[in-house]
Nanobody, 125 residues
């Protein structure tokens, strides 16, 4: 089981980045997927999540309206389109797959059992 995240980088404030995460090794098609982030000295925090169908999305208040999460029709790739980036968005971003079906605890990192290696996003002011 492997989650491979990519797409991070250095961008100026106001810019955009698109993160991708590919799941392999087993089928995650019926599980929600999410993105979390962790800045230096801070705890990991929820960013966004999408249900297995892709029909329902969830966002942290801090990124609502700026970030968009989606997943492909094959249900193996999840994307995070980030726009109007701010310096406070600087963090390592992790993709994850929820341990159980359903949306209970979808904002809670403890409900996710599979994690990618993280990709660094740095936003300069």
């Amino acid at each position: 089981v492997q989650l491979q995240a990519c797409g991070g980088g250095l961008v100026q404030a106001g810019g955009s980045l698109r993160l991708s995460c590919v799941a392999s090794g087993r089928s995650f098609g019926t599980y929600a997927m999410g993105w979390f982030r962790q800045a230096p000295g801070k705890e990991r925090e929820f960013v966004a999540a999408v249900t297995w169908s892709g029909g329902t999305t969830y966002y942290a208040d801090s990124v609502e309206g700026r970030f968009t999460i989606s997943r492909d029709s094959a249900k193996v790739t999840v994307y995070l389109q980030m726009s109007s980036l701010k310096p406070e968005d600087t963090a390592v971003y992790y993709c994850a797959v929820k341990s159980a079906r359903g949306v209970t605890g979808i904002r809670n990192s403890e409900r996710y059992g599979y994690w990618g290696q993280g990709t660094q996003v740095t936003v300069s002011s």
